[in-house]
């Protein structure tokens, strides 16, 4: 029969709202009519208009009925899975039928709704359910009886180019399932389960196992599901025998593929990531789009085009659906939430794409004999060439030795399986379902009901509820898998030995984590004692493994749909600090702000998978911590206001105290990478990596710390700025104090006093010149944290080229003694309107030096570095106080350095209020003489540009000695009082001094323990009196400055 040409049917299906868009307030951006589906963007409100095959509204207008099924309401245009069915599904069984071979494939980003239309949700079949059970209405209804209908079903995954076949408990071999090439039919799995099937009951049966072992594989293997492609095959097979008693056997291939979530497909995503060819994860996906797109250009009549079927399993497994052999629908499912607007339109446009794929697709139809008399000639064939030294070439596709052994058995297998009868093969997949699975399952059905149990809860919702283990009376421990006798055995990250019990007594059930470092939080708080947990309560044992507790059948009243794998790492992000800094949509407050939402949820993304890569480094004995870190361009601009934030990763090598500062997307690919490592640990294979293909590890580079402003408007004005400014880092924590110096200066450099001009416009025109001078910053907390570091200033003048002081190393009072002059030929309005509402930003760089040659050379070595491990061995009770009485010694010295600082900052303080009185002064005479009305407005600005400066510095100065008889009572009390508190801080200093001598003679006696907890106790003390009188000094001085200022409260 002639091939039939016809292009990709492409269907796209928006869904309702999910919890997470619900309460960021999300706006729909979608909007369809007939065949056309409108996407707005949420940000300019400009639209874009796609049409296709089929456009289906699912996201509000329907009811659910008493069973459960969502159905369109009256006159609203709502598309419900039947609806879906009898567009796409019907179809694919009518060409099942004619023997076409049929393919359906859902694309869209992860929670978009693939799942939903595939496979469907509870009564809410999709439309693989669906399309199996009218397939067997239809086999039931046939009365033909010279025509025997045969159904065989098979269910794969691919997950990092591994195939795994779902229909199989046990692990997968190693390296996944092999695909193969048959030259005639094209690529297959070998020894793939093909289960001949009677009835639709059946296919829910296999489905329902092969979820249960993606859900075990994806627990056990720390691999998300939303990574994973499914495969289901049903192969439908009428064998129909003429008068002359010969058969014809009329066979259909019907694909049915549930893709892994679109985001992050594209590896482009990690640009400039020195790894950025990255893991195979997205290798399949990729290579789809790839495919796609060179299909679409093809069927456009561009000449040459290489389709890369052969770039990833998936498409070789598809190389029939797309461009072949089939007939082949997709769906494009859409979320249709603002804050999703990026992915939605990438969606759309795949999927337009898609379109224009062109298939041939043609029957299979051909005498049985036929068949059999063909296998045997190809198996002859594959002989010859097996018989000739090296394999050789079959139909032009090269094949090793191995590839035609393969082949041959398969051939053999297929031979059998086709003289054998159709009974006699029912029967006998009878029995292997019976030995393989039914008899555990009927057990635990019963338990369930009557006894408190956790469940899974996954990111993926079809894999939610799947998993359930039974508490019963008396203590259930969970603990990693392994030889020991936990009950409950979990593979996942971070899982302790023995982790965790729960006791239940027949009315109540107990939670104790079984040691310090059992990561055990009930809802989204971590336990550390024997707690009570209560019906619904969600548990996250260890990084990453998830669970709601369900009581005793008294206890369920509640629905337990709500607690989702969203609710969860919403409810864990809430308890974390960083959420403070990005306002959490499920506050009392919701963000309205689009970019904040998008920010939200990229924390809430983010944040499991941090937990992971930590608990993935230690597995694998890495040292490296992983911590977000949100960054606000506030920081980085001139006015300070800045809206945009984004979600950013702190890497911390804890050995070699070097950091890095990632991107998400780069922290994406390199936890792929991480991830892969840990699956190769996990099938015992070396993870010895060279430098250059580590993902833990990266070339040093600089690091933001910080930055502070510094408000221009003084040099409007010709008025120097000379203050102590702040450095505080994107969480508003401070890293240094810096000294900067704006001094106007005269074309020569040489520094002009007292010049101060009342009208900045009257600068227009004429030459500026200033001299920006930064002697010093002190305080560095980031070479206080490992005296190795160094940090250097950075920072762009308006209009000019931008600057970088040199960089200082190994000291926290750091000597910059930077001094450049700045020369504006002709102050332009430009310019003038710039510097009176516009700061300098000062940005402080961490930098490292490359020191850890000798670390990592051990760690190639030996995998780990086993003189480190040693000493941080838990045992090694002496060694490890050793350790911390050592950095009490650092923290010790940072103080005193600290103190250091506080006594000079008092000083410099002193001499800036006394300038600054100085100033007012200087500038109460000018305005003497000049028009009254002027003379006030003058003034203010003035007064709200030393105002502005102050603000941002609290501690204000210059070198000088004190001259205290000038200043006013009030700030002299303040200092009176400083000093008495800094006098106490002394002398705390000194005991501790003295104490941390003795402490270290007497390390090894008895008494270690107490002293050094003694030695503790007076730090923290310290530490609070120096912190009590630093506070105390700034409210002073603030309050001082401001009673200071004429026109100000007195
Ligand atoms: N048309 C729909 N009507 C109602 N609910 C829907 C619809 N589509 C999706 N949902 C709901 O949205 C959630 C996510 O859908 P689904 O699991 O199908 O996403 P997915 O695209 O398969 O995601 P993943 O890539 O993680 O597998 C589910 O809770 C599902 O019930
Ligand atoms: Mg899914």
Not at 681 to 695: A, H, Q
Not at 909 to 925: A, C, F, G
């Given at each position: ?6 292009s ?26 007939d ?12 639209t874009?208009?796609f ?6 509204w699912?996201?509000?207008?329907c ?30 069984l009518?060409?099942?039928?004619q ?14 709704g693939?799942?939903y239309?595939?496979?469907g949700?509870?009564?809410?079949k999709?439309?693989v359910?669906?399309t ?31 195939v795994?076949d ?30 001949p ?10 489905m329902?196992?092969?979820t ?16 994973s492609h ?10 129909m ?47 789809l789009g790839n ?23 998936l ?6 659906a ?20 990026d992915?939605?339109?990438?969606t ?10 062109q298939?041939?697709?043609t029957?299979?139809e ?13 198996n ?10 090296g394999g ?7 094949l ?12 053999q ?7 054998m009868s ?7 997949a009878r ?14 059905d019963?338990?369930?009901k ?11 919702p079809?894999?939610s509820?799947?998993?359930?283990h039974?508490?019963?009376?008396g203590?259930t ?9 936990n009950?409950i ?21 107990f ?12 809802n ?25 507790y ?8 509640d ?9 969860l ?9 960083v959420?403070?800094?990005i306002?959490?949509p499920r ?20 944040m ?8 993935v ?29 984004e ?6 090598n ?10 998400a997307?780069?922290?994406?690919n ?10 190769k ?15 833990f ?10 930055s502070?402003h510094?408000?221009l408007q003084?040099?409007s004005y ?26 106007p200066c ?7 006093e007292?010049d101060i ?25 980031w070479?206080n944290e ?22 200082v190393y190994h000291?926290?009072?750091?000597e910059?003694d ?6 504006y ?6 310019i ?21 040659q000798?670390?990592?050379v051990?760690a190639?070595?030996n995998?780990?570095?086993h ?5 941080l ?16 010694e ?18 410099r ?17 000018k305005t003497?003489?000049?028009p ?14 030393v ?11 210059v070198e ?12 002299a009390?303040?200092l ?12 705390g200093m ?10 270290k ?5 008895n008494?270690?323990k ?24 700034k ?9 200071s ?6």
């Open positions: 029969m002639p091939a039939t040409s016809d990709v049917k492409v269907a796209v299906r928006v869904r309702p709202f999910n919890q997470r868009e619900k309460n960021a307030g999300s706006q729909c951006i979608i909007s369809m009519r065949k056309t589906t409108v996407i707005k963007n949420p940000e300019t409100g400009d874009k208009s049409a296709y095959d089929h456009s289906y699912s996201h509000d207008g009811t659910e009925n008493p069973s459960g099924i969502y159905e369109p309401e009256s006159g609203s245009s709502y598309a419900d899975q039947k609806c879906l069915f009898s567009d796409l599904g019907q179809g694919v009518d060409n099942a039928w023997g076409y071979n049929a393919a359906l494939f859902a694309y869209g980003q992860t929670g978009s693939k799942s239309s595939m496979i949700y509870g009564a809410n999709g439309i359910p669906i199996c059970e009218e397939l067997f209405k239809a086999i039931e209804a046939n009365t033909d009886k010279k025509k025997q209908l045969r159904v065989f079903f098979s269910m794969l995954e691919i997950y990092n180019e591994q795994r779902l229909l199989v408990k046990e692990k997968a071999p190693h390296g996944g399932l092999k695909v193969r090439q048959n030259p005639k039919t094209g690529f297959y799995v070998e020894g793939l389960k093909q289960v099937v009677r009835s639709y009951r059946e296919i829910e049966k296999l329902e196992n092969g249960i072992n993606r859900t075990t594989a994806s627990t056990n293997m720390n691999a998300t599901s939303s990574r499914m495969v289901i095959t049903i192969r439908f097979e009428q064998v025998v003429n008068e002359t008693g010969q058969s014809n056997t009329r066979s259909s291939d019907i694909n049915l593929v549930d893709l892994a979530g679109s985001e992050r497909a594209d590896s482009t995503g990690a640009t400039g990531d020195r790894l950025k060819e990255g893991s195979a994860i997205n290798q399949s996906l990729s290579t495919v796609i797109s060179a299909l679409a250009d093809q069927a456009m009549g561009k000449k040459k085009v290489l389709v890369p079927y052969r770039d990833s399993v498409t070789k497994l598809l190389q029939s797309l461009g072949g052999n089939s007939r082949t629908i997709m769906i494009a499912a859409l979320s249709p939430a603002d804050i999703n607007y992915e939605t339109l990438s759309l446009r795949y999927a337009d794409r898609a379109k224009k794929i298939n041939n697709a029957v299979n051909s005498p049985t004999d036929r068949l059999i008399r063909e296998l045997k000639e190809e002859a064939r594959l002989m010859a060439v097996l018989k000739k030294q050789g070439d079959t139909s032009g596709i090269d090793n030795d191995n590839d035609i052994q393969q082949m041959l058995e398969d051939n297998r297929k031979m059998v399986d086709m003289q159709w009974e006699q093969r029912l029967e006998q029995q292997n379902w019976e030995r393989s699975h039914v008899t555990d399952a009927r057990e635990e019963a338990e369930w009557h006894l408190p149990y956790i469940t899974n809860v996954n990111e993926d079809q894999l509820g799947v998993i359930k039974i508490l019963k009376k203590c421990v969970i603990g990693r898998q392994g030889p020991g006798d009950a055995q979990l593979r996942g990250l971070g899982i302790q030995p023995k982790h965790v019990e729960i006791e239940t007594d027949g009315t109540a059930a939670l104790t984590p079984n040691s310090p470092a059992a990561v055990v939080c009930v989204g708080i971590r336990v550390r004692e024997r707690s009570r947990i209560q019906h619904q309560d969600r548990l996250k044992i260890g990084s990453g493994s998830l669970f709601l369900i009581g005793y059948p008294r206890e369920r009243k629905d337990v749909t709500t607690y989702d794998y969203d609710y790492m919403t409810e864990l992000a809430e308890h974390d600090g959420s403070v800094d306002a959490t506050s009392d407050h919701p963000v309205h702000d689009v970019a904040n939402r998008i920010l939200f949820q990229e924390f809430v993304n983010l499991p998978k941090i937990a992971e890569a930590n608990a480094s230690e597995e694998l004995k890495r040292f490296t911590k992983f911590e977000p870190l949100v960054r606000s361009e506030s920081s980085h601009d001139p006015k300070g206001t800045a809206p945009g934030k979600v950013m990763v702190k890497v911390t804890n050995k070699t105290k070097k950091v890095w500062i990632w991107s997307s780069k922290f994406y390199r936890k792929d990478l991480m991830d892969e490592l840990y699956h640990s996990l099938d015992g294979e070396s993870t010895i990596l060279t430098r250059d293909k580590d993902p590890w990266d070339p040093v580079e600089d690091v933001f710390l910080g502070c510094i408000m003084s040099i010709c008025a120097e700025v000379d203050e102590h400014f702040t450095v505080h880092n994107y969480h508003g924590k401070e890293e240094a104090v810096v000294h900067v110096q704006l001094l005269n074309e020569k450099g040489k520094i002009i007292d001009i009342l009208e900045p416009i009257d600068l227009l025109g004429k030459s500026l010149n200033f001299m920006c001078q930064i002697p010093q910053c002190m305080s560095v907390r070479i490992d005296a190795s570091r160094g940090v250097e200033c950075r920072f762009t003048m308006p209009f000019q080229k931008s600057a970088r002081t040199k960089s000291k926290s009072f750091v910059f930077f001094k450049q002059q700045y020369t030929k002709a102050i332009t309005q430009k003038l309107d710039y510097l009176q509402t516009n700061s300098l930003v000062l940005e402080l760089w961490g930098k490292q030096v490359n020191e850890d000798q670390l990592h051990s190639i070595n995998g780990v570095d003189k480190e491990t040693q000493t061995k838990p045992s090694d009770s002496t060694n490890d106080v050793l350790d911390q009485l050592k950095s009490r650092n923290e010790l010295e940072t103080l005193r350095g600290d103190y250091e600082q506080v006594r000079k900052d008092n000083f303080l002193k001499q800036s209020l006394m300038k600054t009185e100085d100033r007012l002064k200087r500038i109460d005479m003497k003489t000049a009254p009305q002027q003379k006030k407005a003058s003034r203010e600005r003035m007064m709200s540009a105002k502005a400066s102050a603000t941002h510095a609290p501690l204000n100065g000088s000695d004190s001259q205290t008889g000038t200043l006013d009572l009030e700030f009390m303040a009176r009082d400083f000093f008495r508190d800094v006098r106490e801080v002394q002398n000194k005991d501790m001094k003295d104490y941390a001598s003795t402490t003679q007497n390390v090894g006696a008494g270690l107490s002293s050094f907890e003694e030695h503790e106790r007076k730090i923290v003390k310290i530490d609070d009196t120096l912190n009590k009188c630093l506070n105390s000094l409210k002073s001085a603030a309050s001082a400055l401001r009673k200022r004429p026109g100000t409260e007195k």
